[in-house]
């Protein structure tokens, strides 16, 4: 038996269009640890987001299985948080409020109280504190993402989806949050998927990387991320990430179907030496 706590199993799955079917995911497997955090990078538009509607049990596949804390997924799991790029809080709730939203629509086992003191306890672990009573509108763009982080983990979800939460920060907002996150996971510990376009991210915050090939997509390569003790922002500066960016842009080049291979082909090492001669 497997011990992954989300297991995707040849997952095939195509959409039915105006203009026929169009097929998104083709022989997707995916498998992530109690505890882990897997990044998922691809082409857009392979099928990335359509795979974490899966795991959420938001749709089911046309073939292929997936597993989630060793019980097949058929339908909504309100056990999955899930936080996107956009962060959609509600204006006419303070901050507080829209953290202690999805306590009001899924079982709980936590009292009005507790809620409230987790919230707190989250919004201060994002550095929050003090903005509690605050508007949506009041806050910038890193700090609303921060809210929604905290939102979809009030309820303690088993598993956390990020759906290129942090593509519309600015990069060193996106490298403050990048830091939050570990430190939030230390804290609060969760299982993650994260969907990104971001390389260095990928490497940043995941214990794996898959990428996807073109669509329909199937898992293309993985690649385990090899930085060893707590992470910093210095880790990405080292010859590890250098070699792990390298390989991931690679392979993202396959996938979006100009892999070097080919562009490397029209010129031989002779050929190059020949043409820096000439010119
Ligand atoms: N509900 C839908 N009906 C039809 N086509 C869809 C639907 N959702 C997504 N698609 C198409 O499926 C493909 C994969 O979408 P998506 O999973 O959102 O890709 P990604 O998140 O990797 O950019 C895209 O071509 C998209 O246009
Ligand atoms: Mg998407």
């Known amino acids: 038996m497997s011990e992954a706590l989300i297991d995707i199993k040849g997952v095939r799955h195509a959409y ?7 097929p998104v995911l083709d022989g ?3 498998s992530v640890p109690e505890g882990g955090f897997v990044a998922v990078v691809g082409p857009s538009g392979c ?7 899966l795991v959420a049990g938001l749709m089911k596949p046309d073939e292929g299985e997936v597993w989630l804390h060793g019980s097949k997924v058929t339908s909504p799991r309100s056990t999955v948080g899930m936080a996107f790029q956009n962060p959609v809080l509600l204006e006419w709730r303070s901050i507080l409020k829209n953290v202690l939203l999805p306590l009001e629509i899924v079982p709980t086992k936590l009292s009005k109280a507790e809620g409230e003191d987790r919230a707190r ?14 508007r949506p509108s009041e806050l910038s763009g890193g700090m609303r993402q ?13 598993v956390l989806i990020l759906d290129e939460p942090f593509g519309a920060l600015d990069a060193f907002t996106r490298e403050d949050l990048w830091q939050i996150m570990h430190a939030v996971k230390a804290e609060e510990p969760f299982t993650g998927v994260l969907i990104t376009h971001d390389l260095r991210e ?7 990387v898959i990428v996807l090939s073109g669509r329909p997509a199937r898992t293309q390569y993985v690649l385990d991320v090899a930085f060893e003790g707590p992470r910093t922002i210095d880790h990405l500066y080292t010859p590890e990430a250098a070699e792990m960016l390298n390989t991931l842009r690679h392979q993202i080049e396959i996938a979006q179907g100009r892999a070097p291979e080919t562009t490397r082909r029209i010129f031989s090492v002779h050929d190059r030496l020949f043409l820096h001669w000439v010119f």
């Open 16 to 22: 039915q269009t105006a203009s026929g079917p169009l």
């Open 202 to 208: 990928s490497i940043f915050l995941a214990d794996q």
């Open 47 to 53: 099928g990335k987001s359509t795979l974490t509607r």
């Open 28 to 30: 997707l497997e995916v």
């Open 121 to 134: 306890h989250l919004l201060k672990l994002v550095g929050l504190e003090g903005f509690e009573d605050k």
């Open 146 to 158: 921060r809210a929604s982080l905290c939102r979809a983990l009030i309820h303690q979800p088993e």
